[in-house]
C-alpha cells in the first residue's frame, strides 16, 4: 500500500488543522491505520491509531481529548483531527499502515510526512 499525507501547515497555538492520509494500491479496509510525529531532536512517538473497521482508536495521553483519528474506508483515507494545537505539537507527522485488524508498535507500511508548526 502507498501511503500519502496531506493538510499540514502552519497554524496558532489553539487553533485547529486536518491532516489526511490517502491509500492507494491494496484494499484499504484491511489495513489498520494511525499517525506518529517527530520533533526536532526527538524520536518519532506514537500519535493515535484506528483498527481496520474504525470501531477502535487510540490516542497518546499527550493528544487525548484534543485529536480525533477517523478513517473513510469508501474513500481509502485515513484522517487526524487537531484541535487545540499547542506549540510543542510541531513535528513532522506519518502516516502509517499494518495488514492487520490493529496498528502494531512498528508499523510496515509508511507515508511521507506533513509538517504541522503550531506558533505561540
Known amino acids: 500500500v502507498q501511503l500519502q499525507a496531506s493538510g499540514g501547515g502552519l497554524v496558532q497555538a489553539g487553533g485547529s488543522l486536518r491532516l489526511s492520509c490517502a491509500a492507494s494500491?491494496?484494499?484499504?479496509?484491511?489495513?489498520?491505520m494511525g499517525w506518529f510525529r517527530q520533533a526536532p531532536g526527538k524520536e518519532r512517538e506514537f500519535v493515535a491509531a484506528?483498527?481496520?473497521?474504525?470501531?477502535?482508536?487510540y490516542y497518546a495521553d499527550s493528544v487525548k481529548g484534543r485529536f480525533t483519528i477517523s478513517r473513510d474506508n469508501a474513500k481509502n483515507t485515513v484522517y487526524l483531527q487537531l484541535n487545540s494545537l499547542k506549540p510543542e505539537d510541531t513535528a513532522v507527522y506519518y502516516c502509517?499502515?499494518?495488514?492487520?485488524?490493529?496498528?502494531?508498535?512498528?508499523?510496515?507500511?509508511w507515508g511521507q510526512g506533513t509538517q504541522v508548526t503550531v506558533s505561540s
Open positions: 484506528i483498527s481496520r473497521s474504525g470501531s477502535t482508536t
Open positions: 502509517a499502515a499494518d495488514w492487520s485488524s490493529y496498528l502494531t508498535t512498528n508499523p510496515a507500511y
Open positions: 494500491g491494496s484494499t484499504f479496509s484491511r489495513y489498520a
